[in-house]
Antibody, heavy 118, light 112 residues
Framework: QVQLVESGGGVVQTGKSLRLSCAAS????????FHWVRQAPGKGLEWVAV????????YYADSVKGRFTISRDNSKNTLYLQMNSLRVEDTAIYYC???????????WGQGTLVSVSS | DIVMTQTPLSSPVTLGQPASISCRSS???????????LSWLQQRPGQSPRLLIY???NRFSGVPDRFSGSGAGTDFTLKISRVEAEDVGLYYC?????????FGQGTNLEIK
């Protein structure tokens, strides 16, 4: 079955960097696009970034543009989110989610918590 | 950017009774390809979000048929025909017609 497992979260200070990973299994990874979506404590869902199946196109929310980079390694079935210049407001659970054909965000991981302190 | 507005934000419901959540978008969600990329997600307490409905009215794999979606253009509705205890949680509408994808604020479904 489809499985997405995030890792790499933790506690960091403002201005520092962190790299999240999302390991995929149970389907043909290279055929799908993927999103990162975050959820601040007690808040709603916020879309962060997307990368398409071939890795050639990525798009970002304005709030992270220039600081975050989404990438993928199809040989390792893994999605990444490099987060630089972290801010307190980046504190959230970060989820990876699969982008199906015409069915967006059809499968989600369990999330990884990023906590940024000043 | 498209703004998604859900009502109500909180919905106390009696077990076995129906429930309805509305979602309105600030612009039409009809894509140039003719489809409308409006989805509904469920987030049970302490869990990740889960896709329930895609393209307005299509139930995703494994979703009980008591969940249904309807609507067109800018106005959409999620209905639960008979609420069960496992339906407690947050419900989000989401649009993926136009970048960036955006979510409603969430509706908290709780049992009376």
């Amino acid at each position: 079955q489809v499985q997405l497992v995030e890792s790499g979260g933790g506690v960091v200070q403002t201005g520092k960097s962190l790299r999240l990973s999302c390991a995929a299994s149970g389907f043909t990874f290279r055929s799908y696009g993927f999103h990162w979506v975050r959820q601040a404590p007690g808040k709603g869902l916020e879309w962060v970034a997307v990368i398409y199946y071939d890795g050639k196109n990525q798009y970002y929310a304005d709030s992270v543009k220039g600081r975050f980079t989404i990438s993928r390694d199809n040989s390792k079935n893994t999605l990444y989110l490099q987060m630089n210049s972290l801010r307190v407001e980046d504190t959230a659970i970060y989820y990876c989610a699969r982008d199906g054909v015409g069915i967006h965000l059809d499968s989600w991981g369990q999330g990884t918590l990023v906590s940024v302190s000043s | 950017d498209i703004v998604m507005t859900q009502t109500p934000l909180s919905s106390p419901v009696t077990l076995g009774q129906p429930a309805s959540i509305s979602c309105r978008s600030s612009q039409s969600l009809v894509h140039s390809d003719g489809d409308t990329y409006l989805s509904w997600l469920q987030q049970r307490p302490g869990q990740s979000p889960r896709l329930l409905i895609y393209k307005i009215s299509n139930r995703f794999s494994g979703v009980p048929d008591r969940f249904s979606g309807s609507g067109a253009g800018t106005d959409f509705t999620l209905k639960i025909s008979r609420v069960e205890a496992e339906d407690v949680g947050l419900y989000y509408c989401m649009q993926a017609t136009q970048f960036p994808p955006s979510f409603g604020q969430g509706t908290n479904l709780e049992i009376k």
